[in-house]
């Protein structure tokens, strides 16, 4: 008797899963349904992508050895050939390193009432 009730609850539970969207669309907003702001369905929903679609076999077969030796001797002849036209630049500057500046000596005040460089009395 439970295994008939338990079946016939997840049969239910079930299609009323199903219906889930439609009825979300139909509660109003102040009961938990979607604002109103919300765009409308579209009547026609998207199809899926074909995930497990092969692509067409390519129709360029890979290079043979003649071919793979003609377009790397044209690569190195353009690789000499912008070296060759490219200006010679200069060995880039040396960067110069900034030398300390010369350590300042600090002047302890004379008196504790002295008034400091800063225009203030020390504090105690």
């Given at each position: 008797?439970?295994?008939?009730?338990?079946?016939?609850?997840?049969?239910?539970?079930?299609?009323?899963?199903?219906?889930?969207?439609?009825?979300?669309?139909?509660?109003?907003?102040?009961?938990?349904?979607?604002?109103?702001?919300?765009?409308?369905?579209?009547?026609?929903?998207?199809?899926?992508?074909?995930?497990?679609?092969?692509?067409p076999a390519r129709a360029d077969a890979p290079?043979?050895?003649?071919?793979?030796k003609k377009l790397k001797d044209d690569l190195?002849?353009?690789?000499?050939?912008?070296?060759?036209?490219?200006?010679?630049?200069?060995?880039?500057?040396?960067?110069?390193?900034?030398?300390?500046?010369?350590?300042?000596?600090?002047?302890?005040?004379?008196?504790?009432?002295?008034?400091?460089?800063?225009?203030?009395?020390?504090?105690?």
């Amino acid at each position: 008797m439970t295994g008939l009730l338990t079946a016939s609850l997840l049969a239910a539970a079930t299609a009323l899963a199903g219906c889930t969207t439609h009825i979300a669309d139909s509660v109003p907003p102040a009961v938990g349904g979607l604002p109103e702001s919300v765009p409308a369905r579209p009547a026609n929903p998207g199809e899926f992508p074909a995930v497990h679609d092969r692509p067409p076999a390519r129709a360029d077969a890979p290079l043979n050895e003649a071919e793979r030796k003609k377009l790397k001797d044209d690569l190195i002849a353009a690789r000499d050939r912008t070296t060759r036209l490219a200006p010679k630049s200069e060995e880039p500057a040396k960067k110069k390193v900034a030398e300390p500046a010369a350590k300042k000596k600090k002047t302890e005040p004379a008196a504790t009432g002295s008034i400091s460089a800063a225009g203030s009395p020390p504090n105690p």
